[in-house]
């Protein structure tokens, strides 16, 4: 059907074509598997036509055309939510991934970058000139998910959330404007877009700070995963300089090349570790960690600090049964349930990743941005990634009752490293007062919720 609406006086696939040329795909073409793949597996989802834009004003366009045509409307820029938002079943993609524009202003220390870029590609430009921004620790992680989310990555200590580097953001908005955004323009807006994801408009283009993080030391150091290891890395990571941050995955060790064999399948702290400073104060910021046991493999040197990023697998589509939440504390109790948890597990791998937060992070106020978990000590990932999909309920209920002894009922979550979890879990994401600010400045700017395939924010009437 070449339709998009039961009127087909308002749009088809050949107007779209005659409208965006080639960079229009629907279904039938040779192009539309591979471009309706997000990164997750298991999410098998036929957009009615994806179109790429290739500035802002066509981005209006498509934003106009959902408005007009009632079509579900999918933003995605790097593809890789967990709750496979990018892309609709049936609806329009606006896939923003040839927008890809960066201007680095290596005086003033900003980047104009548009929303289509990866983390990988704005941290190889900008390390060029030995700056940063930072973002998370996967460099084909979208810059648009990321930085709307909130950014926890390998500076977050020492420099922040990515939202932390935010100047200014140009969006459209559900009514097709181009509108610029920052603290002085469109405050309310600046505030929400600061962790409150897609709901509010498409950011076409981002201005970030940049900062000097020329040469870290960082890399992969490999202990074994005794309850002992595992809490004194997290005490040790929480004591050490803000220069340091570390995520701690907690794992099977993988039968990798420098994993002796007597290793494969013994549960590792397999830590990914960045000290943003000098090499000798990092040698020593380190050594409490490499301490803790005899390594099992110590890959950790001097580096560019684009290096933080290997390369991706091509075509990895894990599906896996996911919960994250925040936690305060990782004492031997909370250690010894980790370790309990992941032996029991029956998935292909079965993983905790733990990353100490603090610093600079906590040093904004709470409710500075729509990300408000700025006090919170430890941001804690279980996942249990599988193959068979008859096994999905399994490893849910062994993610979901894990998560449940992790987290005490206390628990609060990062809305990037959510799932397709429900309303209430959304909620969590934005305690205390936060929900109803961003329910009202969604109002103002979305009243029909247009943004809705998302985390999603119901629009709070005005005054209501
Ligand atoms: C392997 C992996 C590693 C990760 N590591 C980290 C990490 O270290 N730190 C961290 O903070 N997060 C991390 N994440 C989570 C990541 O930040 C979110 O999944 C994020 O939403 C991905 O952004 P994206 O642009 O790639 O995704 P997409 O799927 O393209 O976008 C996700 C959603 O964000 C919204 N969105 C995206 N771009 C725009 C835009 N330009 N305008 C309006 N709305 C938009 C839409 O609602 C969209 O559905 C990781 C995720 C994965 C899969």
Same mark, same amino acid.
């Given at each position: 059907?070449?339709?998009?609406?039961?009127?087909?006086?308002?749009?088809?696939?050949?107007?779209?074509?005659?409208?965006?040329?080639?960079?229009?795909? /629907?279904?039938?073409?040779?192009?539309?598997? $591979?471009?309706?793949?997000?990164?997750? !597996?298991?999410?098998?989802?036929?957009?009615?036509?994806? *179109?790429?834009?290739?500035?802002?004003?066509?981005?209006?366009?498509?934003?106009?055309?959902?408005?007009?045509?009632?079509?579900?409307?999918?933003?995605?820029?790097?593809?890789?939510?967990?709750?496979?938002?990018? %892309?609709?079943?049936?609806?329009?993609?606006?896939?923003?991934?040839?927008?890809?524009?960066?201007?680095?202003?290596?005086?003033?220390?900003?980047?104009?970058? &548009?929303?289509?870029?990866? /983390?990988?590609?704005?941290?190889?430009?900008?390390?060029?000139?030995?700056?940063?921004?930072?973002?998370?620790?996967?460099?084909?992680?979208?810059?648009?998910?990321?930085?709307?989310?909130?950014?926890?990555?390998?500076?977050?200590? $020492?420099?922040? @959330?990515? *939202?932390?580097?935010?100047?200014?953001?140009?969006?459209?908005?559900?009514?097709?404007?181009?509108?610029?955004?920052?603290?002085?323009?469109?405050?309310?807006?600046?505030?929400?877009?600061?962790?409150?994801?897609?709901?509010?408009?498409?950011?076409?283009?981002?201005?970030?700070? @940049?900062?000097?993080?020329?040469?870290?030391?960082?890399?992969?150091?490999?202990?074994?995963?005794?309850? &002992?290891?595992?809490?004194?890395?997290?005490?040790?990571?929480?004591?050490?300089?803000?220069? #340091?941050?570390? *995520?701690?995955?907690?794992?099977?060790?993988? +039968?990798?090349?420098?994993?002796?064999?007597?290793?494969?399948?013994?549960?590792?702290?397999?830590?990914?570790?960045?000290?943003?400073?000098?090499? &000798?104060?990092?040698?020593?910021?380190?050594?409490? =960690?490499?301490? #803790?046991?005899?390594?099992?493999?110590?890959?950790?040197?001097?580096?560019?600090?684009?290096?933080?990023?290997? +390369?991706?697998?091509?075509?990895?589509?894990?599906?896996?049964?996911?919960?994250?939440?925040?936690?305060?504390?990782?004492?031997?109790?909370?250690?010894?349930?980790?370790?309990?948890?992941?032996?029991?597990?029956?998935?292909?791998?079965?993983?905790?990743? @733990?990353? %100490?937060?603090?610093?600079?992070?906590?040093?904004? +106020?709470?409710?500075?941005?729509?990300?408000?978990?700025? $006090?919170?000590?430890?941001?804690?990932?279980?996942?249990?990634?599988?193959?068979?999909?008859?096994?999905?309920?399994?490893?849910?209920?062994?993610?979901?009752?894990? /998560?449940?002894?992790?987290? $005490?009922?206390?628990?609060? %979550?990062?809305?990037?490293?959510?799932?397709?979890?429900?309303?209430?879990?959304?909620?969590?994401?934005?305690?205390?007062?936060?929900?109803?600010? #961003?329910?009202?400045?969604? !109002?103002?700017?979305?009243?029909?919720?247009?943004?809705? =395939?998302?985390?999603?924010?119901?629009?709070?009437?005005?005054?209501?």
């Amino acid at each position: 059907m070449d339709t998009l609406h039961h009127d087909p006086a308002v749009m088809s696939v050949s107007d779209l074509r005659a409208a965006f040329s080639d960079r229009v795909i /629907a279904p039938g073409d040779a192009a539309y598997d $591979k471009a309706r793949t997000v990164f997750y !597996g298991g999410i098998d989802r036929h957009p009615a036509v994806i *179109i790429r834009p290739a500035d802002a004003t066509e981005v209006a366009h498509v934003v106009s055309l959902a408005r007009e045509t009632g079509l579900e409307l999918a933003v995605r820029s790097g593809g890789h939510s967990l709750a496979g938002h990018s %892309v609709s079943d049936g609806g329009i993609v606006l896939d923003l991934s040839i927008m890809r524009s960066l201007h680095i202003d290596a005086e003033r220390r900003t980047a104009w970058a &548009e929303a289509g870029l990866t /983390a990988g590609e704005y941290t190889n430009a900008a390390g060029a000139y030995g700056l940063a921004t930072g973002f998370g620790d996967t460099g084909s992680v979208g810059i648009g998910g990321i930085t709307l989310g909130g950014g926890v990555g390998y500076l977050v200590r $020492k420099h922040g @959330l990515t *939202i932390d580097a935010l100047l200014a953001a140009e969006i459209v908005t559900a009514d097709g404007r181009l509108l610029r955004v920052d603290s002085e323009t469109h405050p309310d807006l600046f505030w929400a877009i600061r962790g409150g994801g897609g709901n509010f408009g498409v950011a076409t283009r981002f201005q970030f700070r @940049l900062v000097e993080v020329d040469t870290i030391v960082g890399g992969m150091l490999l202990l074994p995963a005794t309850p &002992e290891v595992i809490h004194s890395f997290i005490a040790e990571a929480e004591a050490a300089p803000d220069e #340091l941050s570390t *995520i701690a995955n907690i794992l099977p060790a993988p +039968p990798m090349p420098f994993v002796p064999a007597e290793h494969h399948g013994r549960l590792v702290v397999m830590a990914m570790v960045a000290y943003a400073g000098g090499a &000798e104060a990092g040698e020593r910021a380190i050594a409490p =960690l490499r301490a #803790l046991a005899t390594p099992i493999a110590d890959m950790i040197r001097p580096m560019r600090y684009p290096e933080v990023y290997s +390369p991706d697998p091509e075509d990895y589509h894990p599906v896996g049964a996911v919960r994250s939440m925040f936690i305060d504390s990782v004492d031997r109790r909370a250690a010894e349930t980790i370790v309990d948890h992941l032996q029991a597990s029956t998935a292909s791998m079965a993983v905790v990743q @733990l990353r %100490v937060l603090g610093g600079a992070m906590a040093r904004v +106020p709470s409710d500075a941005t729509a990300f408000a978990h700025r $006090k919170r000590r430890v941001m804690a990932n279980v996942a249990a990634l599988y193959d068979r999909p008859e096994e999905a309920a399994v490893h849910e209920a062994w993610a979901a009752g894990f /998560a449940a002894a992790l987290s $005490k009922g206390n628990a609060g %979550v990062y809305v990037n490293f959510l799932g397709d979890e429900g309303e209430a879990r959304v909620h969590e994401a934005y305690p205390g007062s936060t929900w109803d600010r #961003l329910a009202v400045i969604k !109002g103002r700017y979305d009243p029909t919720n247009l943004f809705r =395939l998302n985390q999603n924010i119901s629009p709070a009437k005005e005054n209501a």
